[in-house]
Nanobody, 111 residues
Framework: QVQLVESGGGLVQPGGSLQLSCVMSGSRVGIYTMAWYRQAPGKQREFVAVIISSGMTKYADSVKGRFTISRDYAKNTVYLQMNSLKPEDTAVYYC?????WGQGTQVTVSS
């Protein structure tokens, strides 16, 4: 059974940085397309970033140039490095592995 556990969320000021982690158990991150999504209050869940098995990445236009998705095979973990954070980045961030979802981690960007 694949399980995903996110961590690293918190409260940060505008312009700050956070790194989210998603640890997989029950399988290997290297064989899945791994993605991050987010859901702000009152809004639908939206795509943020994806990394496929070849290592190719893709980002939502709203985070391009500020966020970086990466994968550590040894730690079986996927990361989302978030820089230059804006208040509109406030959301619950979810890790996804082809249909499997984590429980989410809250990111709040506020002064």
């Amino acid at each position: 059974q694949v399980q995903l556990v996110e961590s690293g969320g918190g409260l940060v000021q505008p312009g700050g940085s956070l790194q989210l982690s998603c640890v997989m158990s029950g399988s290997r991150v290297g064989i899945y397309t791994m993605a991050w999504y987010r859901q702000a209050p009152g809004k639908q869940r939206e795509f943020v970033a994806v990394i496929i098995s070849s290592g190719m990445t893709k980002y939502a236009d709203s985070v391009k140039g500020r966020f970086t998705i990466s994968r550590d095979y040894a730690k079986n973990t996927v990361y989302l490095q978030m820089n230059s954070l804006k208040p509109e980045d406030t959301a619950v961030y979810y890790c996804n592995a082809e249909g499997y979802w984590g429980q989410g981690t809250q990111v709040t960007v506020s002064s």
